[in-house]
């Protein structure tokens, strides 16, 4: 929770820090190692891109070896896809393999200069992880998060016990991709109140050098992407929960009346289930709205282990 004290400390060292800036070109030269927590779908994805656009080394870390397996296994069918299609050659995709070096071990992120954490959307699990980066990492190293609807000011918040000590805070930021990562050029750029210029300067220029488009939203639950697109997705599954349309019809009407590439119900498989109904939590708790209460329905599949495609359920 962010009282009006804190939140006045936190202004007060954030104008300090901002005080302090690099210009974009130089920010992406530092960035000599990636490091990503977490060899899901969106990791994987981040640490692909990053490999094959931006030319950088990547250190994939993940607690589950079967999830590291598993992430590797998915992007060498992605590089053998981009062959047979000749967008890369042989050559290039054994180059681009050679940048993803996985661990198990977060001590493997002491030598990085840029990280993007993508575990999934439970606070305690991203406030635990920004803890120990903070000890963990380089002075320099930017903290990025890959959160869809958590606070980046919270976020940054526990990387100390001390608000008014912004080393660590002024680091923390959200790039906030876009799923499918190899696909989709949108990113989210969103700063806490601690963020410097430079840290927001640095994480721009990275993503640019990725190949991605950035947009930069406020610090308000849900950002842009989420805000507005998961009212949609829960008004979709209400309409199929109430017998307003079927799933088939849903997806249809939305595919050819609004000419997005699939429908609501889809895209909800595509993100996982389980994800939405993370996202929606948080957004319902943090802003008190009754359009991001989750449908009865959304909560049955979830409890019941209908989480969608992305997690290979379904």
Request: glycine residues 6%.
């Amino acid at each position: 929770m962010i009282t009006p004290i804190l939140r006045r400390q936190l202004l007060q060292s954030a104008r300090q820090t901002r005080c302090f800036s690099s210009t974009p070109i130089a920010a992406a030269q530092e960035v000599k190692r990636l490091g990503v927590i977490g060899a899901g779908q969106m990791g994987l994805g981040i640490a692909l891109v990053a490999a094959q656009r931006a030319g950088v080394p990547v250190t994939l870390v993940d607690t589950n070896q079967a999830s590291i397996d598993k992430g590797l296994k998915f992007a060498d069918k992605l590089l053998a896809k981009d062959i047979s299609k000749e967008r890369i050659t042989q050559e290039q995709s054994d180059k681009i393999r050679s940048l993803l070096s996985p661990t198990t071990s977060m001590d493997s992120l002491a030598d990085v200069d840029f990280i993007i954490e993508a575990v999934p959307e439970i606070p305690s699990l991203k406030f635990s992880i920004f803890s120990s980066l903070a000890q963990i990492c380089p002075p320099h190293t930017i903290l990025a998060t890959n959160t869809s609807s958590i606070s980046i000011t919270r976020i940054a918040a526990s990387t100390t016990k001390d608000p008014t000590d912004t080393s660590a805070s002024s680091r923390v930021i959200s790039t906030h991709f876009m799923n499918p990562v190899p696909i989709q050029k949108g990113v989210e750029i969103i700063t806490g109140l601690q963020t410097s210029q430079e840290t927001v300067d640095t994480a721009i220029a990275f993503c640019k050098a990725m190949g991605k488009i950035p947009s930069q939203s406020a610090d308000s639950p849900g950002f842009l992407a989420n805000r507005i697109l998961m009212p949609y997705i829960n008004e979709a599954i209400i309409c199929l929960e109430t017998g307003v349309g079927s799933r088939d019809d849903i997806d249809a009407i939305m595919k050819n009346g609004t000419n997005v590439p699939m429908g609501p119900l889809q895209l909800a498989d595509f993100i996982g289930i389980d994800t939405c109904l993370a996202i929606m939590k948080v957004l319902y708790e943090e802003t008190g709205d009754s359009k991001y209460r989750p449908s009865v329905l959304l909560r049955k599949m979830v409890d019941a282990g209908w989480l969608g495609k992305k997690s290979g359920k379904g």
